[in-house]
């Protein structure tokens, strides 16, 4: 079982930078596959990136590959998004996600075990 923590959201204006944390528990955390999903109001959850749990590989969407970077600490236990040149239509609920099979694909493919809370991002014009 693995806990997840997200936190760094919060009000930017549109071209502003913020950092998203996600705090995992548990001691397999480096062989985890994590990602970054979001949901804005009336929309479905949609993704948004993932990485490996080596840190080697990583998967964007469309909407954010270039400005977006998916990063993670095994020593911390702990997954990052750095969301560069923010627009409104970023704005949303952010999840961390967490998954024990180490193919990144298959796992953005099939779907992630586990979730967190989620942590609000408003992005103003």
């Known amino acids: 079982q693995v806990q997840l923590v997200e936190s760094g959201g919060g009000l930017v204006q549109a071209g502003d930078s913020l950092r998203l944390s996600c705090a995992a528990s548990g001691r397999t955390f480096s062989t985890y596959t994590m990602g970054w999903f979001r949901q804005a109001p009336g929309k479905e959850r949609e993704f948004v990136a993932a990485i490996s749990w080596s840190g080697s590989s990583t998967y964007y969407a469309d909407s954010v590959n270039g400005r977006f970077t998916v990063s993670r600490d095994n020593a911390k236990n702990t997954e990052y998004l750095q969301m560069n040149r923010l627009k409104p239509e970023d704005t949303a609920v952010y999840y961390c996600?967490?998954?024990?099979?180490?193919?990144?694909?298959?796992?953005?493919?099939?779907?992630?075990?586990?979730w967190g809370q989620g942590t609000q991002v408003t992005v103003s014009s």
């Open positions: 996600a967490a998954d024990s099979r180490l193919d990144p694909v298959a796992v953005v493919t099939t779907g992630f075990a586990y």
